[in-house]
């Protein structure tokens, strides 16, 4: 077993002088196809549908061992259709890449600083008219897209396409407006949805004093990788969901630092971004009852 332990190195080197440019790029585009799969199994509801998948094979494999040939007839017949099945199981993650790596990146690449500003003037619009909101004890649901698009929620809702200020987001949630009931999408600084229904969270942890409207938040930053901005209508508190994490009763200056952490440019937030990072706040305070029921 040494010799042959022994012979790996030289056996490595002679592979990697055989190497070409094009096999150099097909490793590199074959490592980034395997991260974005492994991304979206992790983020999305794809990890319960490749285990579903996993124990298909293992019954094919049991049945063709054993030798039960009708379920092995049936099992190779349904594999005839798999690529079809697999396309359809998986729709919506496999338009959710696609859209990902389109124009709206490119865009992005060219108008960094324009997105940003913008971007920095939706978030002192925002706090703006959570603070109001917060007063007058309007509820409220903002969901702040990120990486993962949210094209589905906002077709369920009205499309618009419309600057972000104080003025519209209070108009929107008035009480006895039409799209009061639903959330505010916003993309790239701008109001691209309104009246949007989002899924709820299916989290039985949670604490009974949280709503609908917070549940569905806490549920859309589960599914996807938003910022969700909710305004209590019952206490006018203002929280904030992440990543399926909530923090609540938030005043408005800790709301904005919070945003201008998780929505602008890394660079441009240095030291103050871990000061207001979500995860911190929550770590920093469990002992001191910050969530609180309302």
């Known amino acids: 077993?040494?010799?042959?332990?022994?012979?790996?190195?030289?056996?490595?080197?002679?592979?990697?002088?055989?190497?070409?440019?094009?096999?150099?790029?097909?490793?590199?585009?074959?490592?980034?196809?395997?991260?974005?799969?492994?991304?979206?199994?992790?983020?999305?509801?794809?990890?319960?549908?490749?285990?579903?998948?996993?124990?298909?094979?293992?019954?094919?494999?049991?049945?063709?061992?054993?030798?039960?040939?009708?379920i092995y007839y049936l099992l190779s017949k349904m594999m005839e259709w798999g690529v079809l099945a697999l396309i359809i199981l998986f729709q919506p993650e496999i338009r959710r890449i696609l859209e990902q790596v389109g124009s709206r990146r490119i865009i992005a690449f060219f108008s960094h600083s324009e997105a940003g500003n913008v971007m920095d003037q939706a978030i002192g619009q925002t706090v703006l008219a959570c603070t109001e909101m917060s007063q007058s004890r309007t509820g409220a649901l903002i969901v702040f897209e990120r990486e993962i698009m949210l094209d589905d929620l906002v077709r369920s809702g009205t499309v618009l396409d419309a600057s972000v200020s104080s003025e519209l987001l209070k108009n929107i949630f008035f009480v006895k407006a039409p799209m009061h009931d639903g959330a505010v999408i916003v993309r790239h600084?701008?109001?691209?949805?309104?009246?949007?229904?989002?899924?709820?969270?299916?989290?039985?942890?949670?604490?009974?004093?949280?709503?609908?409207?917070?549940?569905?938040?806490?549920?859309?930053?589960?599914?996807?990788?938003?910022?969700?901005?909710?305004?209590?209508?019952?206490?006018?508190?203002?929280?904030?969901?992440?990543?399926?994490?909530?923090?609540?009763?938030?005043?408005?200056?800790?709301?904005?630092?919070?945003?201008?952490?998780?929505?602008?440019?890394?660079?441009?937030?240095?030291?103050?971004?871990?000061?207001?990072?979500?995860?911190?706040?929550?770590?920093?305070?469990?002992n001191g009852g910050a969530d609180d029921g309302e």
Request: aromatic share 6%; net charge positive.
């Open 189 to 286: 600084g701008r109001v691209l949805g309104a009246g949007c229904m989002l899924p709820l969270s299916k989290n039985v942890n949670l604490s009974r004093d949280l709503g609908m409207r917070h549940r569905a938040g806490i549920g859309m930053s589960e599914n996807s990788d938003a910022v969700v901005v909710i305004v209590s209508e019952e206490t006018g508190s203002i929280s904030v969901a992440i990543g399926g994490m909530l923090k609540r009763h938030l005043k408005p200056e800790t709301l904005e630092n919070l945003l201008r952490n998780e929505l602008l440019p890394q660079e441009e937030s240095g030291e103050e971004k871990q000061k207001f990072s979500l995860t911190r706040l929550l770590r920093g305070r469990k």
């Open 1 to 70: 077993m040494e010799p042959k332990f022994s012979q790996i190195p030289a056996f490595a080197g002679r592979y990697l002088l055989t190497l070409q440019i094009t096999d150099v790029l097909d490793i590199v585009i074959m490592a980034f196809l395997l991260y974005k799969v492994l991304t979206l199994v992790r983020s999305t509801k794809a990890a319960s549908l490749l285990k579903g998948l996993l124990v298909f094979f293992i019954v094919l494999a049991l049945s063709y061992v054993c030798q039960l040939k009708g």
